[in-house]
């Protein structure tokens, strides 16, 4: 049996320069609704994204260095046992978006593969990061499995 091709990652795809990756602090609610609307993703309420990182496992985010802006976000969930969970993977729409979807996806892989070995992963990611996932060895659909969200008002 051959190993998943995320179990066999490549050299962690490079930031261009001005960008750092960050663990802390978290964004702030607003900062991370700021991303989101630019790349064309719905809001929350800004006192629900410092519970969601609350009970996130962590968080990933990318800032440019020439005005301290979020440019890239991702946050983890798991139930620690069988199943890891990437939410929110975002970057700003621009020249450098599709290495920020890399960087944040590739470094977030390495880190669940490190902390939980074994879990599946699943991703919530927008249509953009498509491509990039699938060289990361995600599948769409795989063996029929069909996700579905439900957003409560």
């Not at 074994?118 to 995600?138: E, H, R």
Request: proline letters at 8%; glycine letters at 8%.
């Amino acid at each position: 049996m051959s190993p998943l091709p995320f179990r066999q990652q490549a050299a962690a795809p490079r930031l261009p320069a001005h960008y750092r990756l960050q663990t802390d602090p978290d964004p702030s609610g607003g900062d991370i609704n700021t991303l989101l609307l630019s790349c064309g993703e719905p809001s929350q309420p800004v006192e629900r994204w410092a519970l969601a990182l609350s009970r996130s496992l962590w968080q990933l985010s990318i800032i440019d260095e020439r005005d301290s802006s979020l440019v890239g976000f991702i946050r983890a969930t798991s139930d620690l046992a069988l199943n890891a969970n990437l939410w929110n993977l975002a970057a700003r729409p621009g020249q450098d978006q599709n290495s920020i979807i890399n960087v944040l996806v590739h470094h977030s892989l390495a880190r669940l593969k490190k902390e939980l070995p074994g879990c599946s992963i699943s991703i919530s990611a927008p249509a953009i990061a498509f491509d990039g996932l699938k060289k990361q060895g995600f599948m769409m659909d795989p063996g029929g499995i069909r996700a579905m969200g439900l957003r409560l008002r």
